[in-house]
């Protein structure tokens, strides 16, 4: 577990918290290692937590902690072939669709096995970050990462304005959004002064990540 990448293996109270209490089956999407499946199983007993993941080593440690995991890769993932349609009260997509070829599609596809009502819960990084036009306009290079907003492995990137209507083209009414702010893009302590500098004209610059909450309003 050592040898795992600690940005993708961490807790995540932002979306454990915004996960309903009443939450009975719940889909988390890249769940790699389960630690925030085995979070909201601590937090709602009675709910049935299953998970999709890439990575085979992860995989196998996230099955001692939900109720299913499935190895699979999202970008060929077949739903139909596991899943029947309008099963899940909650979706979540921590860190994912910034990682897909076509994050569009994989939002329409996931929409049918959600409930009507039914919440889905994402999180993405905000490629306006201040540090991302600092690099491309006094440095002249993208600032190719092993994590974080720049993270290589990213496929796709997206603004706020991006997010709003990538939900919204699927019918899925945003609720609210948060905002991960950071001074500095990678981990640092000074990160904590993030939201004090946070000021209207500014803070789409210092937002790292956006947490969307949304929910489903039709079927089609």
Not at 166 to 180: D, S, T, V
């Amino acid at each position: 577990m050592s040898d795992f990448n600690p940005s993708y293996t961490g807790g995540r109270d932002d979306i454990l918290n915004l996960v309903p209490s009443n939450a009975a089956k719940i889909l988390d999407i890249g769940c790699s290692t389960g630690t925030l499946g085995g979070q909201i199983k601590e937090q709602i007993r009675s709910a049935e937590v299953t998970g999709i993941e890439l990575d085979k080593q992860m995989a196998r440690v996230a099955e001692s902690k939900l109720d299913r995991v499935i190895i699979g890769d999202i970008n060929k993932f077949s739903f139909k072939d596991y899943f029947t349609p309008n099963y899940f009260d909650c979706i979540i997509l921590a860190d994912i669709l910034e990682h897909l070829n076509d994050p569009w599609t994989l939002l329409a596809e996931v929409k049918k096995y959600l409930i009507f009502g039914g919440l889905i819960i994402a999180s993405i990084p905000n490629v306006r970050h201040y540090s991302t036009i600092v690099s491309l306009l006094f440095k002249g290079y993208w600032p190719y990462r092993d994590r974080g907003i720049h993270d290589r492995t990213h496929l796709r990137f997206f603004t706020l304005k991006n997010i709003k209507e990538m939900f919204q083209r699927e019918g899925l009414l945003i609720e609210k959004f948060e905002r991960n702010y950071r001074l500095i893009e990678k981990p640092h302590k000074y990160n904590t002064l993030s939201r004090y500098f946070a000021f209207p004209l500014f803070r789409d610059f210092l937002t790292f990540q956006y947490i969307i909450t949304a929910r489903k309003e039709r079927n089609n």
